[in-house]
């Protein structure tokens, strides 16, 4: 059995791979990335200890398993990466699964348990697919190695009932598995224990508000270190918007958006049966829909190019802000930091500052030096509140979910 642990975050849009060294803490060796394969031409980011590569590929990737085998391969193929040359270097893979269903743990993939999961994939086609084609890639290709899949719904497992039900017909609703999941959840598991960690606390005396902000976004209440609510729901289209996604809207708009919203998208393959109203409340809304621009950058900016660009902004801070309010007062009051991660929760300065200048009311207060210069690359968590004791402390955490997957692959078979 090899040494080395490669863990895969595949989206779809992009495809993150890291190998770490199977050691505790894991140690990442090299790390790579396509994104945009959506939006051609899809960029590489490639890094290995100081070595940063980042460059456009002339290559087209159909899916994100093409785009994983492309990764693969380069890690492979490269002579300074040679700890890593072939499946005989590999003792696990770990791949992120964002929907686990009723799932609370990570799953080592045998033929009964990726049965189970295909069963998963009509309850979150849009989200498992490209995930489980990479595993079935894996078993196929990689046969000597086993794979481990860890789920973005686990960590909410502790959500209370009536947080989790849907007031809907309850028969219909449990034959179907129609309840809130929620979803980031290896993300918040990372953050919980670094922060608690930085704020020398144990994560059992830990509450948090957590923002995960990246194409998908979202927001948790964590009391004692555990799940007790989350934005997302069924799926990870409710709560906030997001790049593509509308997030919460009248589930009736879709009645009437347009009389073919209810039919199979085009998209739809025979393994993938999602509607057109899935397919545009998921693919083509959210900034993208307002703005034209996936890219958040060009949105939280001192003078947007555009008041669409303003509105896309004033839209998301202001969803932020009602589940805020919402958590903060489902915690009693009782919060120890509001964190920022995820790749907009980690670089936007101007949205931090945005926010948490609309919760003083709360006792909150960003120091704008600190704000601004934002985390250093080694650093998981900084503080960049101001007047220390007052409110809920203002924390980043660079989140890392390669990380959290090979760090419990670590900790469970060590
Ligand atoms: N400096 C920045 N300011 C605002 N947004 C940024 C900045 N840099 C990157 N982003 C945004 O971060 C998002 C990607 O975040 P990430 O968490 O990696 O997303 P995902 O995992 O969902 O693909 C993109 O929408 C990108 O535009
Ligand atoms: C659950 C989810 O939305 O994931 P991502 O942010 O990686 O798209
Ligand atoms: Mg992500």
Same mark, same amino acid.
């Given at each position: 059995?090899?040494?080395? /642990?490669?863990?895969?975050?595949?989206?779809?849009?992009?495809?993150? %791979?890291?190998?770490?060294?199977?050691?505790?803490?894991?140690?990442?060796?090299?790390?790579?990335?396509?994104?945009? /394969?959506?939006?051609?031409?899809?960029?590489?980011?490639?890094?290995?200890?100081?070595?940063?590569?980042?460059?456009?590929?002339?290559?087209?990737?159909?899916?994100?398993?093409?785009?994983?085998?492309?990764?693969?391969?380069?890690?492979?193929?490269?002579?300074?990466?040679?700890?890593?040359?072939?499946?005989?270097?590999?003792?696990? /893979?770990?791949? =992120?699964?964002?929907?686990?269903?009723?799932?609370?743990?990570?799953?080592?993939?045998?033929?009964?348990?990726?049965?189970?999961?295909?069963?998963?994939?009509?309850?979150?086609?849009?989200?498992?697919?490209?995930?489980?084609?990479?595993?079935?890639?894996?078993?196929?290709?990689?046969?000597?190695?086993?794979?481990?899949?860890?789920? @973005?719904?686990?960590?909410?497992?502790?959500?209370?009932?009536?947080? =989790?039900?849907?007031?809907?017909?309850?028969?219909?609703?449990?034959?179907?598995?129609?309840?809130?999941?929620?979803?980031?959840?290896?993300?918040?598991?990372?953050?919980?224990?670094?922060?608690?960690?930085?704020?020398?606390?144990?994560?059992?005396?830990?509450?948090?508000?957590?923002?995960?902000?990246?194409?998908?976004?979202?927001?948790?209440?964590?009391?004692?270190?555990?799940?007790? @609510?989350?934005?997302?729901?069924?799926?990870?289209?409710?709560?906030?918007?997001?790049?593509? =996604?509308?997030?919460?809207?009248?589930?009736?708009? %879709?009645?009437?958006?347009?009389?073919?919203?209810?039919?199979?998208?085009?998209?739809?393959?025979?393994?993938?049966?999602?509607?057109?109203?899935?397919?545009?409340?998921?693919?083509?809304?959210?900034?993208?829909?307002?703005?034209?621009?996936?890219?958040?950058?060009?949105?939280?900016?001192?003078?947007?190019?555009?008041?669409?660009?303003?509105?896309?902004?004033?839209?998301?801070?202001?969803?932020?802000?009602?589940?805020?309010?919402?958590?903060?007062?489902?915690?009693?009051?009782?919060?120890?930091?509001?964190?920022?991660?995820?790749?907009?929760?980690?670089?936007?300065?101007?949205?931090?500052?945005?926010?948490?200048?609309?919760?003083?009311?709360?006792?909150?207060?960003?120091?704008?030096?600190?704000?601004?210069?934002?985390?250093?690359?080694?650093?998981?968590?900084?503080?960049?509140?101001?007047?220390?004791?007052?409110?809920?402390?203002?924390?980043?955490?660079?989140?890392?979910?390669?990380?959290?997957?090979?760090?419990?692959?670590?900790?469970? =078979?060590?």
């Amino acid at each position: 059995m090899g040494r080395y /642990i490669l863990a895969v975050n595949a989206g779809s849009s992009s495809v993150k %791979v890291t190998f770490y060294t199977f050691a505790n803490p894991p140690q990442a060796i090299a790390d790579a990335q396509v994104s945009g /394969i959506t939006a051609p031409p899809p960029t590489l980011k490639y890094r290995r200890g100081p070595v940063k590569i980042k460059e456009e590929l002339q290559e087209q990737f159909r899916t994100p398993q093409a785009a994983f085998q492309y990764l693969l391969q380069r890690c492979f193929r490269d002579p300074e990466l040679s700890e890593v040359a072939s499946d005989r270097d590999l003792a696990y /893979i770990c791949h =992120r699964v964002v929907h686990g269903g009723d799932y609370r743990e990570a799953v080592e993939i045998n033929d009964e348990t990726l049965h189970h999961l295909e069963a998963l994939e009509d309850l979150a086609p849009l989200h498992n697919f490209s995930a489980l084609e990479i595993v079935r890639l894996c078993r196929k290709e990689l046969p000597s190695v086993t794979s481990i899949t860890f789920f @973005d719904s686990a960590f909410h497992h502790t959500l209370p009932v009536y947080v =989790r039900t849907y007031p809907i017909n309850q028969q219909i609703a449990k034959a179907n598995g129609l309840r809130k999941y929620g979803f980031h959840g290896i993300s918040y598991s990372f953050i919980t224990r670094s922060v608690a960690q930085f704020l020398g606390t144990s994560q059992e005396q830990t509450n948090l508000i957590v923002m995960h902000i990246g194409s998908g976004a979202s927001i948790c209440a964590i009391k004692e270190g555990k799940s007790v @609510d989350t934005s997302m729901g069924l799926t990870p289209l409710a709560g906030l918007p997001g790049a593509t =996604r509308s997030g919460d809207i009248d589930p009736s708009l %879709v009645f009437h958006y347009t009389s073919e919203a209810g039919k199979l998208s085009p998209a739809s393959t025979k393994e993938m049966h999602i509607s057109t109203a899935e397919e545009i409340l998921n693919k083509q809304s959210g900034w993208k829909a307002l703005t034209g621009t996936t890219d958040f950058s060009q949105i939280a900016v001192e003078n947007p190019p555009s008041e669409a660009h303003q509105l896309a902004f004033d839209i998301l801070v202001d969803r932020i802000l009602g589940y805020i309010g919402n958590y903060y007062v489902k915690l009693d009051g009782q919060v120890d930091a509001l964190v920022f991660a995820g790749g907009i929760g980690e670089k936007s300065a101007m949205l931090r500052r945005t926010l948490v200048e609309k919760c003083q009311s709360l006792g909150m207060a960003i120091d704008t030096e600190a704000n601004d210069k934002g985390p250093e690359d080694n650093q998981t968590v900084i503080d960049i509140s101001k007047g220390a004791g007052k409110g809920p402390r203002v924390l980043i955490c660079q989140t890392n979910e390669q990380f959290e997957m090979a760090y419990r692959t670590v900790c469970s =078979r060590s």
